[in-house]
């Protein structure tokens, strides 16, 4: 099933929740309404029954009784919709109005009648109207008599005929009120959501080459900011990303590419004349060491391959990290004699790892360390065990230029070389920085590396190996 647009789905909302409230408005409005007719219908036949009882309050003896039917005439003149009985305390009709059917029905029906006022309104339909009445008593002051019986009813058909008219104008205003909730629903949405078309039509120019564009977020509500940060971080992430891989896939096959020509010149000089036996040796022992560079560059783009869909999985096994400094010393003592270049040791600590690939990676450190210190210099590895942070620091520290401060945070990038703050060739591929970085990160620690006042600096930091319990890496 095709979901719901969004749009729609805001418009039948607001719609819905606008119908019930008009309409539950709409029913408040009607019951108000006919409630006040109704108070007003009860307080004008109260204001007659007090007419009706004040005209019999001054009746005290039979004779009197007389000039009541003229003075209620008089009285009640005026009042076409009034029905008006009186039964006098003798049980026999004292007074009545020219329409006292209705009132007399009233008589006939009503059960709740007394002399405090206390009186129910009483609705009816008869002869095809619509009737609200009272009955009530009416004391005299004639000795002995009971009080006289007092009905009144009042037409309100009129009424009745406003109310329905005022339902029926007051639902098709409803209806129509529903109908233009449901239309500026509809275009409220969807000026609602135009800052989603906008990043919509952004997302759609995306692509290869244009990943420079972004979303204002000054310009989208403040519901849509962090989806619009959010969006600007992809296409930053993305820009980067690309970038990278454009730089490495020029690199990589720059790389490739000088060991190849080497490989075809060699072998074209070696073809263009007849050679003797230990030339053609020659030729191929050169060619050997270009054979020998592209394998290590494949092995080591293997390793980075695998360490990016975390297929490295390092072994579990105490690693000392002193003897492993040593031992690389003694295998680079001959090149950094060469170098003129001293090696020093200081501190000792133990972690969680894989031996080979941490020796890897020291070695890279190591090797480019020595490479990179001016002659008479020193080349310093110190372990830094700290107990309270729970980590133990790893610092290969060596003397020379300064490596400028653009270049640190891409020195663990692939195939990337400051040569320029250098100043020497490297035999690498540009590799084992980045291969040093992926061990390490392996083996749940971090690397970062620093440069100033001649001295540059790359600390390791591993959690602390748990000497009563195995750290098991992942």
Excluded: C
Excluded at 190 to 213: C, E, F, H, Q, W
Excluded at 314 to 319: I, L, R
Excluded at 383 to 400: A, Q, T, Y
Excluded at 413 to 441: N, P, Q
């Amino acid at each position: 099933m095709k979901p719901i647009s969004i749009t729609l789905r805001l418009t039948l909302l607001f719609s819905t929740v606008s119908t019930i409230v008009l309409f539950v408005i709409g029913m408040m409005v009607g019951t108000m309404l006919e409630t006040h007719f109704e108070e007003m219908d009860r307080t004008e036949l109260i204001g007659k029954l007090e007419l009706v009882r004040h005209a019999l309050v001054d009746v005290r003896t039979p004779s009197d009784l007389a000039s009541v039917p003229r003075n209620l005439a008089d009285a009640l003149i005026g009042h076409p919709d009034l029905s008006v009985a009186v039964v006098g305390p003798d049980r026999h009709l004292l007074f009545t109005t020219k329409n006292e059917k209705f009132a007399i029905h009233l008589l006939e029906h009503s059960a709740d009648r007394n002399a405090s006022g206390n009186t129910k309104l009483t609705m009816w339909q008869q002869e095809g109207e619509a009737y609200r009445g009272i009955s009530a008593l009416a004391v005299t002051q004639i000795p002995g008599q009971p009080p006289a019986t007092v009905a009144l009813a009042i037409n309100i058909q009129n009424h009745r005929a406003f109310l329905q008219a005022f339902h029926r104008d007051l639902w098709l205003a409803i209806a129509a009120g529903i109908f233009l909730t449901v239309v500026l629903g509809w275009i409220a949405a969807r000026r609602g959501l135009s800052p989603l078309r906008v990043m919509t039509n952004v997302a759609k120019g995306i692509s290869a080459n244009r990943l420079g564009d972004r979303l204002d977020s000054e310009a989208v509500p403040p519901e849509l900011i962090d989806l619009a940060n959010a969006f600007n971080g992809m296409l930053t992430r993305l820009e980067d990303s690309f970038r990278r891989l454009s730089d490495f896939s020029s690199d990589l096959a720059h790389e490739i590419r000088t060991p190849i020509t080497n490989l075809m010149t060699q072998t074209q000089v070696a073809v263009s004349k007849d050679r003797t036996a230990d030339e053609y040796r020659e030729v191929l022992y050169s060619n050997l060491e270009e054979y020998e560079r592209l394998a290590r560059m494949v092995a080591d783009m293997l390793f980075l391959a695998k360490a990016d869909n975390g297929l490295v999985i390092p072994n579990s096994e105490a690693v000392d990290l002193a003897t492993e400094v040593r031992e690389l010393f003694g295998f680079y003592e001959a090149f950094a004699d060469e170098q003129n270049v001293g090696l020093v040791l200081a501190g000792e600590g133990v972690v969680q790892g894989d031996r080979l690939m941490l020796r890897r990676a020291f070695s890279n450190l190591l090797s480019n360390a020595i490479r990179y210190t001016p002659r008479l210099a020193t080349v310093k590895v110190e372990i830094k065990p700290d107990m309270e942070s729970g980590n133990i620091r790893l610092v290969f520290e060596n003397k020379g230029e300064n490596i400028p401060k653009e270049h640190l945070p891409r020195l663990f990038d692939r195939f990337y070389r400051a040569d320029s703050s250098r100043k020497k060739t490297s035999d690498g591929a540009g590799l084992g920085l980045a291969i040093t970085k992926t061990i390490v990160e392996a083996h749940r620690g971090t690397i970062r590396v620093s440069s100033a006042n001649g001295v540059t600096r790359f600390e390791i930091i591993f959690p602390i190996m748990n000497q009563n319990k195995t750290n098991e890496l992942p």
